[in-house]
């Protein structure tokens, strides 16, 4: 598929991929794509950062190669590793044939055959089916060390093996770095990209998400589950509720063929949407069913 020339496309794309896009994150998608600027999302986790770049790649046609960040994440993990194992058998090999020539075997040594790629130099690769969509996901996770060599490999869309020299994308990779904002990246960063907050959607938004995730839920139960997750929300809670967690939900609801929602329902499938016991604790007994008034008096007509 070609990419989108409008934000009305870019909307239908991501819509027949299941992603309900709202016009303001629609836009800056389409100018990432437009200008091959990397876009950079930021959000509470589960509210849908990651599922945009795999929308994309199926969407596109394109393939997605997903770097997912962690503490102590450096660039030669993230870029390329040396074989070292084959590597040392080729040396024995070498040697108990009566040695080959120290530089041919070095050059041998070092060469594609024993290169391991990881995900920033397989984004730079040609590929087939056009550039692929590169996905470094939770960037907040790692140091601020690797923020530095990211920000040039992300300047240049290139990377540098000492062995083998620079290796350049023929075409920029499509590139969603996301944020969970456990911590603030660097502001060069940021400023190589497009800038997004992805924000947790209002009611009707999330029903248009659930319709399109889980469509075989009846229409009364979405808008249970949607009212009492959004009144949820504004609990105190260590961690609230995302659209993953809204989605997930409905799916155990209808596992278990629940067609309203009940305390003693929300009391079972807690660990569905909660993901901390002392947030599971605080809608214990009565709390489950005062949220559960409140969600189904807001559902009510004026």
């Known amino acids: 598929m070609t990419q989108p020339d409008s934000i009305d496309a870019v909307q239908s794309m991501l819509g027949s991929q299941g992603y309900v896009c ?15 600027r990397p876009l950079f999302l930021e959000g509470e986790a589960g509210v849908g950062k990651t599922e945009i770049a795999k929308a994309l ?4 046609n394109r393939r997605l190669i997903r770097l997912q960040c962690y503490e102590g994440l450096d660039a030669s993990s993230a870029v390329y590793e040396w074989n070292f194992p084959a590597q040392m058998v ?3 090999t070498a040697e108990a044939s009566g040695g080959a020539d120290r530089g041919t075997l070095q050059t041998e040594l070092f060469s594609d055959e024993y290169l391991i790629e990881r995900p920033l130099l397989q984004a730079m690769r040609p590929d087939e089916h056009g550039a692929p969509v590169l996905l ?3 960037l907040d996770r790692t140091d601020e060390p690797f923020e530095a060599f990211l920000l040039e490999a992300l300047s240049d869309f290139q990377v540098t093996i000492p062995e083998l020299g620079t290796i350049k994308a023929p075409e920029p990779p499509i590139v969603i ?24 959607p209002n009611f009707d938004r999330e029903i248009e998400i659930l319709h399109a995730r889980a469509p075989e839920a009846a229409e009364a139960l979405s808008r249970e589950v949607v009212a009492f997750v959004q009144h949820l929300r504004t609990e105190d809670l260590f961690k609230k509720p995302g659209v993953a967690e ?9 596992a278990l063929d629940v067609i309203n929602l009940s305390p003693e ?18 809608l214990q007994g009565s709390e489950a069913k005062r949220i ?4 189904k008096a807001s559902l009510e007509p004026a």
Do not use: M, P
């Not at 949407?273 to 605080?282: A, G, M, R, S, V």
């Open 292 to 295: 559960l008034d409140q969600a």
């Open 136 to 138: 470094i996901d939770e």
């Open 265 to 282: 329902v929300i009391g079972d499938t807690l660990g569905a949407i909660l993901k901390y016991q002392d947030d599971i604790q605080k």
């Open 246 to 254: 809204t989605i997930d939900w409905a799916k155990c609801l209808l």
């Open 177 to 200: 770095v996301t944020s969970n904002r456990t911590r603030e990246v660097h502001d060069a960063l940021k400023r190589r990209c497009l800038y997004h907050w992805v924000d947790y």
């Open 22 to 36: 709202g016009r303001a994150l629609a836009t800056v998608v389409f100018l990432s794509l437009k200008l091959g």
């Open 90 to 92: 080729a040396i024995r």
């Open 57 to 60: 790649a199926a969407a596109l």
